[in-house]
């Protein structure tokens, strides 16, 4: 859930985004062409058209559709044609596949997980529709701890992460390429977070941004995240 006070929901897919689209959430044809290409019932089995997070499962959620839609337009000019993105809990691979599109053919998407089952999910609902994506390269699901990044597809143009830290993660930041942008969620566990911008400086500055206040499922070990969920 976010900051953002409004209910963007709708009967079909297209009348999600065009609520998304009609109340300013949406502001650039780059991020309404992605969302309309990538259908949200392939990634999110229960409710996908309701403007609120979901359950996938391994105690994961799919966003709600205004934060996808919220963290694309915040990333957009990090986002164009031959950029590199990481995008850390990739969860179901929504998001992944709508920044492999974005990115064009020359751009390459690392979604990270460090539940199996989720990269397994993630790349089962891309091939629904989007099997080119996988095929070229220019979209790969890996396993791992996202905490870590995922230095061997990096300097990074874009860091998405879908999960709440206490901290930003320094392995995160030294993988953020000069000029780039990282969205991440950073607060307790169980508390209202902030959800922060961080650029790179061409000179290699942080200038970090508190955009709003949301409340994600944590950034945390594979370990806890699956005891929890059992």
């Known amino acids: 859930s976010s900051g953002i006070n409004a209910e963007y929901g709708g009967k079909t ?3 999600q985004l065009q609520q998304l689209h009609n109340n300013g959430i949406i502001k650039s044809d780059a991020v309404y062409s992605a969302m309309l290409a990538v ?3 392939d990634f999110c089995s229960h409710d996908p058209y309701r403007d609120s997070p979901q359950s996938i499962g391994s105690n994961a959620t799919i966003s709600a559709p205004h934060m996808h839609a919220y963290a694309l337009e915040t990333l957009r000019d990090h986002l164009k044609p031959g950029c590199k993105v990481l995008d850390v809990g990739c969860g179901s691979g929504y998001l992944s596949a709508c920044m492999a599109l974005m990115v064009g053919e020359e751009g390459r998407v690392v979604g990270i997980d460090h539940i199996p089952s989720l990269v397994e ?3 089962a609902n891309t091939r629904k529709h989007h ?3 996988l095929d070229s390269g220019r979209l790969s699901y890996v396993e791992g701890d996202g905490r870590m990044g995922y230095p061997a597809g990096g300097p990074y143009d874009c860091i998405h992460v879908g999960a709440a830290a206490p901290d ?3 392995a995160l930041l030294d993988q953020l390429a000069r000029g780039g942008r990282m969205v991440i969620p950073v607060g307790a ?3 209202v977070q902030k959800f922060i911008q961080v650029d790179m400086t ?4 942080l200038d970090k941004k508190n955009l709003l206040e949301v409340r994600y499922v944590p ?3 594979k370990g806890r995240q699956i005891r929890t969920w059992r």
């Open 13 to 15: 897919h297209k009348e």
């Open 189 to 191: 566990e169980n508390s």
């Open 131 to 133: 099997n080119a994506l």
């Open 121 to 123: 999910m993630s790349t």
């Open 39 to 41: 259908a949200r019932q």
């Open 202 to 205: 061409d000179d290699g500055h």
């Open 219 to 221: 950034l945390t070990d």
């Open 168 to 170: 930003i993660p320094t």
